[in-house]
């Protein structure tokens, strides 16, 4: 199996990979396939079921909204963040909805009843994984003319059914120049071809594009990360959801601004940075799953803090950082979970942090022994994180747990450069031992809001 840089760090709108972004897709996917299977103008009314996490936790995450807007055919990388309120607005207004509407050429237009439709079931779960759906279309006397079962897993990744007797995502036999699935492997082959890991993962990446395309599209992510980062510090309000939770880093930042002295105060940028994103991504803006909305802070924070703080930053560095953190969440991908619904909150702030680290330890000069010791030091201390949103709301703890977790990351990078690679623990080690603790968690502790904060943080 072969995994892309490009499908860990993907373009989508907040607040959830799993329970935005993801469903997004899955809807899409059922409507295009409609339409790829000749029933789009047979179709008179569709349903949909969300279960476990996405029915527990969904109407504080979005996964209504995502479904309403994939089955009108938007997609998480293009949909209009400003305009996507109004559409399901209108969608429960009228009580239509335009199957694939938002593509080009004419919608199929059919009743739609949000109340009745589009079922969350809170207690219920499908086999295989935490995050399930089905969707149904029906004709005009009820007969039913397709139906299929998705699974969110996790920093936008989706299967459907038919996957999952196969693998956990989406098979891709893709043939790279130096595939690996584990750490060992990755520092194995550095060390043979004399590569960086960055160099090694550019040319991985060949396989699917040219280097000049790998080089833009490494940018344009950064471009998106930057600019979530600008929007977050100038905007100023309450995040929606009901917990009447207020944004701060607007105000942070002016306060840090008049202090004057950025310098001397890195980590409290480092902090700000990524609070700036998940405020963001709380409100249901556009941020980079990084690599998972969740968790969508961490790594723009920890990379606009080299390239502000760190002379001899440049567009370069960004392309090897990314590239570096891309390859450490491949083995998280492929040996673990980045889902909070599976693992709890450790697969993905844990994750991210670890990524972030192993990137700015790549940038900053590392060996790849360095790079794969600040990536274990960055999981090592997020393993046991729970995920245990406040109303189900990417908000609390969310928001502050992505800004401890990124001068984490900067921690654990300069631990690592201030040794030569040598270390006990192993990355694989750190991940299995990830997996394992995941798997010994309770349900209630895992993207469900039953349990830790959730139920001891009263909202009003």
């Avoid at 607040?15 to 899955?26: F, I, L, N, Q, W």
């Avoid at 079922?119 to 279309?137: C, D, E, T, Y």
């Avoid at 567009?315 to 090897?320: A, G, L, N, Q, Y």
């Avoid at 790079?371 to 994180?385: D, K, R, S």
Wanted: charged share 25%; with cysteine; aromatic share 4%.
């Amino acid at each position: 199996m072969a995994i892309s840089v490009f499908d860990l760090f993907s373009i989508g709108i907040g607040p959830s990979s799993s329970h935005t972004v993801g469903p997004m897709r899955a809807a899409a996917m059922f409507a295009a396939l409609l339409k790829k299977d000749g029933l789009l103008a047979q179709t008179t009314a569709v349903q949909a079921e969300l279960f476990g996490s996405l029915g527990a936790t969904g109407h504080g995450h979005g996964t209504p909204k995502a479904v309403l807007l994939g089955l009108e055919g938007n997609e998480p990388h293009t949909v209009d963040a400003a305009q996507a309120d109004l559409d399901v607005e209108r969608i429960r207004g009228t009580g239509r909805i335009r199957l694939l509407g938002a593509e080009i050429g004419p919608a199929h237009e059919i009743d739609f009843d949000v109340s009745n439709q589009l079922v969350l079931h809170r207690r219920r779960s499908l086999p295989h994984h935490a995050n399930g759906m089905i969707l149904f279309a029906y004709d005009a006397d009820g007969v039913p003319l397709l139906e299929k079962t998705y699974y969110s897993l996790g920093g936008g990744f989706v299967v459907d059914e038919d996957a999952v007797g196969a693998d956990r995502i989406k098979l891709d036999d893709t043939v790279l120049a130096h595939p690996f699935r584990t750490g060992d492997e990755l520092l194995r082959l550095s060390r043979e071809t004399g590569l960086s890991i960055s160099a090694l993962m550019l040319e991985n990446e060949k396989s699917w594009r040219t280097e000049e395309e790998i080089r833009a599209g490494l940018l344009e992510i950064w471009r998106v990360m930057e600019a979530c980062v600008s929007r977050g510090l100038g905007r100023e309000g309450i995040l929606p959801g009901g917990l009447k939770v207020r944004r701060r880093a607007a105000a942070v930042a002016r306060g840090l601004r008049s202090e004057g002295d950025p310098a001397g105060r890195a980590m409290e940028w480092v902090t700000l940075y990524a609070m700036a994103v998940n405020e963001e991504n709380a409100a249901g803006g556009r941020v980079v799953t990084a690599p998972t909305n969740g968790a969508a802070g961490i790594i723009p924070a920890v990379l606009k803090y080299y390239l502000d703080f760190v002379p001899g930053a440049d567009e370069e560095s960004i392309v090897r950082f990314l590239l570096a953190a891309g390859a450490i969440g491949m083995l998280f991908k492929e040996n673990a979970s980045i889902s909070g619904a599976e693992v709890g909150c450790q697969g993905e702030v844990g994750a991210a942090c670890s990524m972030a680290a192993g990137g700015l330890a790549e940038v900053l000069g590392g060996s790849p022994e360095q790079v794969e010791n600040a990536a274990e030091i960055g999981m090592e201390h997020n393993l046991g994180l729970t995920c245990d949103p406040v109303g189900g709301l990417v908000q609390i703890p969310c928001i502050e747990r992505n800004g401890m977790a990124a001068v984490k990351a900067v921690t654990a990078a300069r631990m690592a450069l201030r040794g030569d690679g040598r270390h006990h623990v192993s990355l694989d080690k750190v991940i299995k031992t990830m997996k394992e603790t995941g798997a010994d968690m309770k349900v209630k502790y895992k993207e469900t809001a039953r349990g830790g904060l959730a139920v001891n943080v009263i909202e009003c």
